[in-house]
């Protein structure tokens, strides 16, 4: 059957991030020649039974027969769809399908003999990210018929029922168990020979970005004045900072963009993505500017005169110093690089997003992606008038500063 056949079997629960990962192997082995195709039993679903019939939660009820009777079918074609596709020219099938149970793997292993399998099960229990990720979930034209209230309940309940069959992975031959959020490896097993697994698992616990577009929020009172912190809003100059971005972005498709909680990137992203279908906000805390403590709102020149001791401490260690009461980039380095993977994780597989931030926490997301001595990383140049493009594939690395104001 040839020495490059392989069948990725995806484990796991409702918006854990199965299809993300799975669209990635597929992308990242298809830049590598490699012949592969993604089989989602929800696809087969929609196309037997349309876009809202099986979006009610009985549907996956254990003890709806008909619907057992259903899904077992709907699987049963895909694995079909993806033996046929293997006998071809297919290299790699990925079954993309919750398979939590024991049995539904054991009949994987068994329609598939004769081609080495490889289980991946992507877990994920923060509850932000889950609701998060059942909001993405429910704007699908599956739930249209439902109100969000109803829609979300209902998802819930899928994976109640879901979580009822779990079988963590134990016993197979070859897997891994992902943590999705984090992209880290928790539990592995690979007892065979499987073709392009060393580039499937260098992607598993790797950050991938097709086009992350960094933009730092525009002009603020404060920083007119060199006044650190607070909750300013854009000036005038700030608004046309503002609307220069969005002409800029204008013929490019933005499904996501990631702010502060913080007034001034809220504004810079309502002028992107106003009269934009299909552009979505998230505030994440994680973005919010370094917390200067007991400095907060002050200008540079008055740290200097009433608290000198803070001023001298700060400019001789800039990377380590803690305000006091508040954050440095040390403390700070966390909690951005969380909120780096919730964006990555909550935008699926997008092919352009967009993080709007501010000078220190844009310094520490550049410092993600591109090594930086931590010394340096308070130094870095984040103006208000350009953006960065970051590219991070397994094949391809961007980094370049583009102007988009003149």
């Known amino acids: 059957m040839g020495a490059t056949k392989l069948v990725i079997a995806m484990v796991g629960l409702p918006a854990s991030g199965k299809s993300t990962v799975a669209s ?51 699987a049963r074609i895909n694995m079909e769809r993806a033996a046929d596709f293997l006998h071809g020219k297919g290299e790699v099938a990925v079954l993309d399908a919750t398979n939590v149970s024991r049995q539904r793997r054991q009949v994987i292993k068994s329609f598939f003999v004769g081609y ?3 289980f991946v099960e992507c877990v994920n229990d923060d509850p932000e990210l889950v609701s998060a990720s059942i909001s993405r ?11 969000p209230e109803q829609a979300e309940e209902g998802f819930r309940e899928r994976i109640r029922y879901y979580r009822g069959l779990y079988d963590p992975l134990a016993d197979e031959e070859n897997f891994v168990v992902l943590d999705s959020l984090h992209k880290r490896i928790e539990r592995e097993r690979v007892q065979a020979v499987l073709p392009h697994y060393r580039i499937v698992r260098d992607l598993l616990v790797s950050d991938w970005v097709q086009n992350l ?6 002009e603020t009172v404060f920083n007119l004045e060199m006044r650190i912190g607070g909750d300013p809003d854009l000036t005038a100059r700030g608004l046309v900072q503002a609307q220069s971005l969005a002409w800029h972005f204008k013929e490019t498709p933005l499904p996501y963009v990631f702010i502060s909680t913080k007034k001034r990137a809220r504004q810079m992203a309502q002028r992107l993505c106003d009269g934009r279908q299909d552009c979505r906000v998230i505030p994440l805390h994680e973005f919010d500017e370094i917390d200067a403590g007991v400095c907060e709102n002050m200008t540079y020149d008055q740290i200097a005169r009433d608290m000198p001791q803070v001023h001298s401490a700060r400019t001789r260690d800039k990377y380590n110093y803690i305000y006091p009461g508040g954050e440095g980039y040390a403390t700070l380095k966390e909690r951005v690089e969380r909120g780096v993977k919730k964006a990555l994780y909550l935008s699926g597989n997008a092919k ?16 993600h992606f591109l090594y930086r001595r931590t010394e340096d990383v308070p130094y870095i140049y984040i103006p208000q008038d350009r953006y960065f493009h970051i590219v991070a594939t397994q094949w391809r690395k961007v980094f370049e500063l583009v102007k988009f104001m003149g």
């Open 213 to 218: 577009y960094l933009a730092r929020h525009g």
């Open 116 to 118: 080495p399998i490889f």
């Open 24 to 74: 990635k192997i597929r992308q990242c082995l298809s830049e590598e020649g490699i012949e592969v195709a993604v089989f989602n039993n929800g696809d087969v679903r929609r196309e037997l039974c349309g876009a809202s019939e099986t979006a009610c939660s009985d549907f996956y009820s254990p003890d709806y027969a008909e619907g057992v009777a259903l899904r077992e079918k709907i």
């Open 352 to 367: 352009h997003i967009m993080i709007i931030g501010h000078q220190a926490v844009n310094r520490m997301i550049l410092s």
């Open 137 to 147: 979930k429910i704007a699908m034209p599956d739930f249209a018929h439902l109100t």
